[in-house]
């Protein structure tokens, strides 16, 4: 059994800054790409940022030069540090992973972020 676990989320104000952590925990071979998606409500989910097995990343245009995504491979974990926050930025943030020789990836329970104004 693969397990997620998302950890800080919270409330914070605009220009604010957070970092989300995303462990992953079980029976892993490989974790290959980790992903970070978020889902405000009333909207779909989208993809904030993604990192490759080899600490390559990519960013959404709306993030992109203001959050950062590592990743820890020792520890299984991704994470994503979010600075100058917008309240835009609100919404439940996922983690996602890809682990090697399994069909599906893996998702996180979530955490909320708010950004007020």
């Known amino acids: 059994q693969v397990q997620l676990v998302e950890s800080g989320g919270g409330l914070v104000q605009a220009g604010g800054s957070l970092r989300l952590s995303c462990a992953v925990s079980?029976?892993?071979?490989?974790?290959?790409?980790m992903r970070w998606y978020r889902q405000a409500p009333g909207k779909q989910r989208e993809l904030v940022a993604t990192?490759?097995?080899?600490?390559?990343?990519n960013y959404a245009d709306s993030v992109k030069g203001r959050f950062t995504i590592s990743r820890d491979n020792a520890k299984n974990t991704v994470y994503l540090k979010m600075n100058s926050l917008k309240p835009e930025d609100t919404a439940v943030y996922y983690c996602?992973?890809?682990?090697?020789?399994?069909?599906?990836?893996?998702w996180g329970q979530g955490t909320q972020v708010t950004v007020s104004s």
């Open positions: 079980g029976s892993i071979s490989r974790i290959n790409n």
């Open positions: 990192i490759t097995s080899g600490g390559t990343p």
């Open positions: 996602n992973a890809e682990i090697l020789f399994r069909a599906s990836s893996y």
